[in-house]
């Protein structure tokens, strides 16, 4: 996500990487115009997988705040532009696929046996992923 006034439309995983890690640390670097990029980073409580996913097992964040984040961006400044990535929108079908490069898997946990509730979900779940939606 960036603001509907930048000119930068998709970026690609090595770019967004360097991005976060402040190897770049300037909108020309991207095509832009002139002007400092401070990557804005999500709630410290989570984004592990996140974390991994675009900065690499080992990669840190950039010791700064605003302007680029990730799709939870637009509740804090509503009007934000989405980027591609690799000429792709983040669409549940791409992720699913395995087509979209950025993806993250999701485990679920229960205690065992799970409580009725989350087997109550887990059923839900588990339907709507063979009915081919994505919940």
Request: glycine share 10%; proline share 16%; no cysteine.
């Amino acid at each position: 996500m960036v603001s509907p006034d930048n000119p930068i439309s998709d970026i690609d995983p090595l770019r967004l990487r360097a991005v976060f890690t402040s190897a770049i640390v300037d909108w020309k670097e991207l095509g832009a115009p002139p002007g400092p990029v401070t990557p804005l980073v999500g709630p410290p409580s989570g984004g592990q997988a996140w974390r991994e996913a675009v900065l690499g097992p080992l990669g840190r964040f950039a010791p700064h705040s605003a302007l680029i984040g990730g799709d939870w961006a637009a509740e804090l400044a509503p009007g934000l532009k989405p980027l591609t990535l690799s000429g792709l929108r983040a669409d549940p079908a791409l992720v699913a696929s395995g087509r979209y490069p950025l993806r993250i898997p999701l485990l679920l946990l229960t205690p065992q046996p799970p409580t009725p509730a989350g087997a109550s979900f887990l059923r839900y779940l588990q339907s709507r992923l063979r009915a081919g939606d994505r919940p």
